[in-house]
């Protein structure tokens, strides 16, 4: 195949998963990746606005001045919102967020691309990577955030997957599984369980020398992005205590975590910590999520086979009974994944005129998240189609008196069914 064919394609494949994810990774593997970056930038019928990180984007403030410098120059009123901001405001992280994403969402009323080029030289700048981390989740659903980096960026891209939050795209491949190249070989063999209480096997043995619970949680920590920094770990665990007792702190979560194993989990290099190659790991998370993406390709003939074994993977809540706050970032994430994995089935189940079956996956996806609105509006639909208008009206009525007692009122569309079907 000639070279602009390859080019063409690796572009045609970003255009076509860009509109259905937050933020596009091209894979530090990709051969294409800059190329694909100029194709896009130079398309005439794509909005898209660039911005390349510089050495010294090391702290928010300085990547905040940066990219507003050079995106006023491709939009004049970009940044405005920032600009009016007193001194003492960009003290505070939240409010600098929200700022920076309603000038965002200014940029253009149709789809667009924000380009982070060289993302790897923010590599070492923690503050930088948790202001991006956070911002995925306020961009306007319009816009698609496209990195470009020569290393996988310090983000929690399974679990971002899992939501539908990211692809990873590898030329003109959809990386699908091994997401972190974490071996699935090596000298010891963990088996590794997150979905639930969260467990750990060594060679087919139950791991319950832990000596609490924070030794098992670094671990599941460490999983959790492709490398990691004692400063991110410090953050995530103890960040109440001062610099000096945090770090003590960790050696010793660090200690005992090794000793539960009997070797080094993690290992250090070039300034990040990484659960140690020689072990061999299978994550169910991973495992999850790559079923997801299996179900999710329309071109995949056993997508519902795929869709089944996510749900089967799926065996209660991350981490089930720790409410640290990125354990309950990633559950919300993993949950939407088994969400979308049960109303496909259910979906599915109706075409194939079981709308029993299908009642009973909507029932399940309703139990595991119950301010999910639209699945109560599917279960009404489902009780009308099956002559149970009674039950339909009484589900209506019980899912007011709850949201009443939150404080809130039914969407519009859950009351416009209400009234359909008593009518």
């Known amino acids: 195949m000639r070279l602009h064919e390859l080019l063409e394609q690796s572009y045609q494949t970003l255009l076509k998963h860009a509109p259905g994810a937050r933020v596009v990774l091209l894979h530090p593997r990709s051969r294409y990746r800059s190329v694909v970056i100029a194709r896009l930038l130079n398309a005439p019928d794509v909005c898209a606005y660039y911005y390349a990180m510089g050495p010294d984007d090391i702290s928010i403030e300085s990547f905040l001045s940066g990219i507003t410098h050079d995106v006023a120059n491709q939009h004049p009123t970009f940044g405005r919102h920032l600009d009016m901001l007193p001194a003492e405001a960009w003290q505070d992280k939240r409010l600098l967020l929200e700022t920076f994403a309603r000038d965002i969402s200014e940029l253009s009323d149709g789809p667009f691309f924000l380009v982070l080029d060289e993302y790897d030289r923010s590599d070492s700048a923690d503050p930088v990577q948790w202001f991006i981390e956070q911002l995925v989740s306020l961009l306007p659903e319009h816009c698609t955030l496209v990195i470009n980096s020569r290393t996988l960026p310090r983000l929690p891209w399974i679990s971002m997957i899992a939501r539908r939050s990211a692809v990873l795209l590898e030329d003109d491949r959809l990386i699908s599984n091994d997401f972190y190249d974490v071996p699935r070989d090596g000298e010891q063999q963990l088996e590794v369980f997150a979905l639930g209480p969260g467990f750990v096997l060594l060679n087919g043995k139950m791991i319950d020398?832990?000596?609490?619970?924070?030794?098992?949680?670094?671990?599941f920590f460490a999983l959790d992005r492709p490398v990691i920094t004692r400063s991110e770990i410090c953050e995530a665990f103890w960040p109440k205590l001062d610099t000096d007792q945090a770090v003590n702190v960790f050696h010793v979560t660090k200690r005992r975590l090794h000793k539960a194993l009997n070797m080094d989990v993690?290992?250090?290099?070039?300034?990040y910590y990484k659960v140690n190659p020689r072990l061999g790991v299978q994550y169910d998370a991973v495992d999850f999520v790559a079923q997801l993406m299996e179900g999710r390709?329309?071109?995949?003939?056993?997508?519902?086979?795929?869709?089944?074994?996510?749900?089967?993977?799926y065996r209660g809540p991350f981490l089930q009974g720790h409410n640290?706050?990125?354990?309950l970032s990633r559950r919300q994430d993993f949950q939407a994944g088994y969400l979308e994995a049960l109303t496909a089935m259910a979906k599915q189940?109706?075409?194939d005129g079981r709308p029993e079956h299908a009642l009973g996956l909507f029932q399940r996806a309703?139990?595991?998240?119950?301010?999910?609105?639209?699945?109560?509006?599917?279960?009404?639909r489902l009780y009308t189609s099956l002559g149970r208008r009674s039950e339909a009206a009484a589900h209506y009525l019980?899912?007011?008196?709850?949201?009443?007692?939150?404080?809130?009122?039914?969407?519009?569309?859950t009351v416009a069914?209400?009234?359909e079907i008593m009518a």
Do not use: C
């Not at 020398?209 to 671990?219: A, D, M, Q, V, Y």
């Not at 640290?324 to 354990?327: M, T, V």
């Not at 999910?372 to 279960?379: D, N, S, Y």
């Open 266 to 271: 993690l290992v250090h290099e070039d300034g």
């Open 297 to 313: 390709d329309e071109n995949n003939p056993n997508r519902m086979e795929a869709w089944q074994r996510a749900i089967e993977l």
């Open 209 to 219: 020398t832990w000596e609490g619970h924070l030794p098992r949680l670094l671990f």
């Open 349 to 351: 189940r109706q075409e």
């Open 398 to 413: 019980k899912l007011v008196d709850d949201l009443k007692r939150q404080g809130r009122k039914p969407e519009p569309e």
């Open 366 to 380: 309703l139990a595991e998240n119950s301010e999910h609105e639209g699945l109560h509006r599917e279960i009404m």
């Open 324 to 327: 640290d706050e990125w354990i």
């Open 417 to 419: 069914l209400y009234n």
